[in-house]
């Protein structure tokens, strides 16, 4: 089955600086990547996703790349706050009758000291 | 528009007895998926339903069901509980194949 590897498990940055976080995926037939923010004691939140159709997507401070090729896709925050603070999910999905499943990566501990 | 509900927000259990976990979805959304979230294994996929029919399962024993309603509304029931089996789970609704999933709150589970 799908298997999804996310790095880095935790990362710190100053106010204002950029984050990446990047994951793998395992199965070529993904077609689906979504992005979950998941705050201390809250429900995971959509904060971006991409279709395999597609390399590169933005939304304000907040961007996704993929790369088909290498099996690997990347979430990127510009200018970011200390709000940004959270937990950080990828996931994959095959699509079709398995779009419900999705295969999530470990985990991203995003830190934003002021 | 009301988001995801699942009830109760928490359980206490003992090993062996059995626990039912329910999951209203947004209105107009026809798939709930569910999933176990652990400090160490992260987020992982139960099962997931559209239109009353299970469509997909995941790597979980035959303890872990549940069942769609007419109404969209999912149940998932744990059998003979383990102490592993403490977690928070949480369901996802879409209006079904290729949409966004929204999460519930989740209901958080302890074994004793």
């Not at chain 1, 970011?80 to 295969?103: H, R």
């Not at chain 2, 259990?13 to 959304?29: A, D, E, F, M, Y």
């Not at chain 2, 069901?65 to 744990?78: D, I, K």
């Amino acid at each position: 089955g799908e298997n999804v590897e996310q790095h880095p498990s935790t990362l710190s940055v100053q106010e204002g600086d950029s984050a990446v976080i990047k994951c793998t995926y395992s199965d070529s037939a993904s077609n689906y990547f979504p992005w979950y923010k998941q705050e201390l004691g809250k429900r995971p939140q959509l904060i971006i996703d991409i279709r395999s159709n597609v390399g590169e997507k933005k939304d304000q401070r907040i961007a996704v790349t993929l790369n088909k090729t290498a099996k690997h896709f990347s979430l990127h925050i510009t200018e970011t706050q200390p709000e940004d603070s959270a937990v950080y999910f990828c996931a994959a999905s095959i699509g079709g009758t398995s779009y419900g499943k999705l295969t999530f990566g470990q985990g991203t501990i995003l830190t934003v000291h002021p | 528009k009301a988001g995801v509900t699942q009830t109760p927000r928490y359980l206490i259990k003992t090993r062996g007895q059995q626990v039912t976990l329910s999951c209203s979805p947004i209105s107009g959304h026809r798939s709930v998926s569910w999933y176990q979230q652990t400090p160490g294994q992260g987020l992982q996929f139960l099962f997931e339903y559209f239109s009353e029919t299970q469509r997909n399962k995941g790597n979980f024993p035959g303890r872990f069901s549940g069942r769609q309603f007419s109404n969209s509304r999912s149940e998932m029931n744990v059998s003979t509980l383990e102490l592993g089996d403490s977690a928070l789970y949480l369901c996802a609704s879409s209006l079904g194949p290729g949409n966004i999933q929204y999460f519930g709150a989740g209901t958080r589970l302890s074994v004793l």
